[in-house]
């Protein structure tokens, strides 16, 4: 059970948070039943996920070929910005592009990596010139368009 005091979660609330990243479309009575509990007890758990920010979001993944975004590019930037004010900066301007799917801060040779979904090469070609005129201070931006998905999940392995 739930320890509430420590933070912990058992292995039910588990069992919920692995089908949930599976599948959200069930009905609740099909998912307590997956998850040996009865709806009511099953729906209040749910709900507390949700509370505590152990769930934070439902969605529907989209298949990018199916929409004409086929095309992953991931792009290292490296900078001689490291204040604040230039990462809040930055930050408007990832948040600003709709083809920017995750950016992440990194540790290592580059300061940045983002992962980019285009239509095609063109199409990457103008969000490259747009990114690289509208950020000062980038020093190298290096693309490498993937080949093949070979794996790809927003499960966490609970």
């Not at 005091?5 to 609330?13: N, P, Q, R, T």
């Not at 479309?25 to 040996?36: G, I, N, Q, Y």
Request: charged fraction near 25%.
């Amino acid at each position: 059970m739930f320890n509430e005091e420590a933070g912990l979660m058992d292995k039910i609330d588990r069992n919920i948070l692995r089908e949930l990243q599976e599948d959200t479309t069930p009905s609740l009575a099909e998912l307590a039943e997956k998850v040996s509990l009865s709806p009511t007890p099953c729906w209040k758990r749910i709900k507390r996920l949700e509370a505590e920010g152990y769930i934070t979001r439902r969605f529907a993944l989209v298949n990018p070929e199916k929409v004409g975004l086929g095309v992953s590019v991931f792009v290292h930037i490296k900078t001689r910005h490291h204040n604040s004010e230039w990462l809040a900066s930055f930050g408007k301007v990832v948040a600003s592009y709709p083809e920017i799917a995750e950016c992440y801060r990194m540790s290592g040779e580059y300061d940045y990596l983002l992962r980019v979904v285009v239509k095609d090469i063109q199409s990457f070609d103008r969000f490259y010139k747009e990114l690289v005129n509208t950020v000062e201070g980038l020093t190298d931006v290096t693309s490498s368009f993937a080949m093949e998905q070979m794996k790809y999940t927003t499960a966490l392995p609970l």
